[in-house]
Each structure stands twice: as C-alpha cells, then as structure tokens.
T-cell receptor
Framework: AQSVTQLGSHVSVSEGALVLLRCNYS??????LFWYVQYPNQGLQLLLK??????LVKGINGFEAEFKKSETSFHLTKPSAHMSDAAEYFC?????????????FGKGTRLSVIA | DGGITQSPKYLFRKEGQNVTLSCEQN?????MYWYRQDPGQGLRLIYY???????QKGDIAEGYSVSREKKESFPLTVTSAQKNPTAFYLC?????????????FGQGTRLTVV
C-alpha cells in the first residue's frame, strides 16, 4: 500500500524567507504526486501536480516542487514567503493504474508566516 | 460555475441519530470520494465511487454508508454506529483515468455531536 510522509506537522518562517515543506512517498512504482493547500474551514485547492515529464513542476502562487525518484521525494518550495501563504499543506499520491484510485494523503504541514 | 457543493456547512447531531451529508457536482466527473479530516491526521478515505450504482469502502468505512444513484450526487450517511463522528467531512470528484487525476474538493461539512 502506498503511504505519504510529511516531515514536520508545523513549519514557521519569516515573511520573505524560503518555504520548504517536505514530502516522501513509499511506492514501488513512482505514483502521480500532488500538493494541495487548505485555508481554515475550507476545502482543498490544488497547488501543483507531477504526472510525467519535467521533474520540476511549477504551480500557483509561486510554489514549485521537484520530483526526485532516487529519494522518493516531492518537496514543495517557495523562494519568498508571504503572509497569505499561511495555511495547511497536504502532499498526496495516486497510483499509476488504469481508471481511478483515490488519493492517499499525508498528515499535513501547517505553515505559519511571521511578519 | 462548475464545482462541488456540499451541504450543510455546519451540522449538529444528537447521540444515536443518523445524519446525511449532501455532495453534488456539475463537473461531469465519473469518480467521487468522501474523506474525513481530524486535526493532525490528514484526510482519511471513507468511501469512493467510480461509477453510478457502484462504490467501494475506504480505510474507515465502519459506521458510514453511501449511495450513488446519479452521476452528480454522492450522499454520505453517518449512522449511529459511528462512535466518534465529530469531524470535518470533505467530498471530492475526479475525471476517470488518464493523466488528469487530481481531485476537486467541496468546501466541507463540519459535523458536531451534541
């Protein structure tokens, strides 16, 4: 069974500093990979995804993530944090099979941005 | 506007009652999902459906039931057998197969047992 590990349940950065949120997956075949963001009492919004091709993926709001097969990782970064980035972030995976398999989520990382 | 609508946004349930959470989508997606979210535990899959009149249990299906009579609707019933139902419930949908397998989420229903 697939699993996702997000290192750090809470990350705090200063405004303007680098944001790095870590995600590792366990799967014998590299899955589809996703990052979602959730603001309080709201649903999840897709930030970016990796399916195939270029391993550095750019998403919305200045975020990007790099798929590293050798490290089974898909870390999320943003060069300069903004106050509006404060939210919870979820890494998720989906198997590369025909049809649909449900997303498997990590436990989330809450990002705080300090002025 | 296309999207997923969950209702109600807040729901209160008395001990021993069944309650039904609504989820409707107009994205023409084949697959629909229910997740439960608890603080610090991420999202856990309750049930999912890949096609009308068919659904599969997820990791925490006990105490829940679903139906999929129409493509656009996937209601979740929280039964009295669910021992700890207080949580945030999220409904999602996705297209069938292919590369575009990301899920689109509703705004959630917060269920509280009183």
């Amino acid at each position: 069974a697939q699993s996702v590990t997000q290192l750090g349940s809470h990350v705090s950065v200063s405004e303007g500093a680098l944001v790095l949120l870590r995600c590792n997956y366990s799967s014998s075949v590299p899955p589809y990979l996703f990052w979602y963001v959730q603001y309080p009492n709201q649903g999840l919004q897709l930030l970016l995804k990796y399916t195939t091709g270029a391993t550095l993926v750019k998403g919305i709001n200045g975020f990007e993530a790099e798929f590293k097969k050798s490290e089974t990782s898909f870390h999320l970064t943003k060069p300069s944090a903004h106050m509006s980035d404060a939210a919870e972030y979820f890494c998720a995976v989906s198997e590369r099979v025909a049809g649909n398999t449900p997303l498997v989520f990590g436990k989330g990382t809450r990002l705080s941005v300090i002025a | 506007d296309g999207g997923i609508t969950q209702s109600p946004k807040y729901l209160f349930r008395k001990e021993g009652q069944n309650v039904t959470l609504s989820c409707e989508q107009n994205l023409n997606h084949d697959a629909m999902y229910w997740y439960r979210q608890d603080p610090g535990q991420g999202l856990r899959l309750i049930y999912y459906s890949q096609i009308v009149n068919d659904f599969q249990k997820g990791d925490i299906a006990e105490g829940y039931s679903v139906s999929r009579e129409k493509k656009e609707s996937f209601p979740l019933t929280v039964t009295s057998a669910q021992k700890n139902p207080t949580a945030f419930y999220l409904c999602a949908s996705s297209p069938w197969g292919g590369q575009d397998t990301e899920a689109f989420f509703g705004q959630g229903t917060r269920l509280t047992v009183v």
